[in-house]
């Protein structure tokens, strides 16, 4: 049986935790573009590391289909948004169009430029 001090030590440990997730996710969040921040006009950097974000002629297009590769830190602009369902899970895409070729990248290898 607990008694009223280990209580009050439980309910610390539960908020300091909650505490500590709350700023976890907001540390996340801030690192992160979200659907709902990317507006058409915006400008997005690409993240991938290398190459490898790749410009699809289609929203999630497969592997091997993709018609250019986009260097890391590359500056674009929004020139359209879509959101494909993939089974249980939705992802945004945005058109854009890079060395004059244009097309679709996941908003997983954006972040919103600054």
Not at 35 to 57: F, I, S
Request: proline residues 4%; aromatic residues 8%; positive net charge.
């Amino acid at each position: 049986m607990l008694n009223k001090g280990d209580m009050k030590n439980m309910k610390a440990i539960t908020c300091f935790s909650a505490l500590l997730l709350l700023l976890v996710m907001a540390l996340y969040v801030s690192q992160s573009v979200y659907a709902g921040e990317v507006q058409l006009g915006d400008k997005v950097t690409t993240v991938k590391p290398g190459n490898v974000t790749k410009l699809c002629p289609y929203p999630g297009c497969e592997k091997g289909q993709h018609i250019a590769r986009i260097p890391e830190g590359t500056v674009l602009k929004v020139e359209g948004m879509m959101k494909v369902r993939f089974g249980h899970s939705t992802t945004k895409w945005v058109e854009t169009t890079y060395n004059e070729k244009r097309g679709w990248i996941s908003i997983y290898d954006m972040k919103k430029a600054k």
